[in-house]
């Protein structure tokens, strides 16, 4: 269990928060499930490199990710955490801010053969969005 945690670590440090898309595929199982991807949106991997490197990142080009706390059963990792930074760009339509935002996170990930397998999450991005409105 703690070799899962450490995964979702790496994950949420090189891919979240540095863009590397080699520690992407790496950690990525191609038969990856998002379980909260919006409807209509892509619930495999390429949606989910695509909200952190197209939506996220160039919103707050100095995202940084916080844990603060997971807790691992079985194949299952739950992170408790914050994506933070400054909106310099524009976030799903809306103008650069200037303000540190905080989008609350808790995600649940099953972990397969050291890989991201399916993933299950709650974010307060909806709420993020409508301060900046």
């Known amino acids: 269990m703690e070799a899962n945690k ?3 670590k790496r994950f949420n440090k090189e891919v979240i928060e540095q863009g590397n ?8 199982d191609p038969a990856f499930i998002n379980h909260s991807a919006p409807a ?4 495999g991997p390429a949606g989910m490199i695509n909200t952190f490197n197209n939506v996220l990142r160039p919103a707050m ?16 990792v739950t992170t408790r955490k ?12 809306i103008p650069p801010s200037g303000k540190q935002l905080t989008i609350d996170v808790i ?3 099953r972990i397969k053969d050291g890989k991201y397998f399916e993933h299950w999450g709650v974010n307060t991005l909806p709420a993020v969005l409508a301060s900046l409105k």
């Open 82 to 93: 914050a994506i933070v930074g400054t909106q310099t760009g524009t976030l799903l339509g």
């Open 40 to 43: 209509g949106a892509n619930n």
């Open 61 to 76: 080009p100095d995202m940084k990710v916080i844990i603060y706390s997971q807790v691992a059963e079985g194949d299952l």
């Open 107 to 109: 995600d649940i990930v």
């Open 21 to 28: 898309v080699e520690s992407f595929k790496e950690l990525m």
């Open 6 to 8: 450490a995964i979702v």
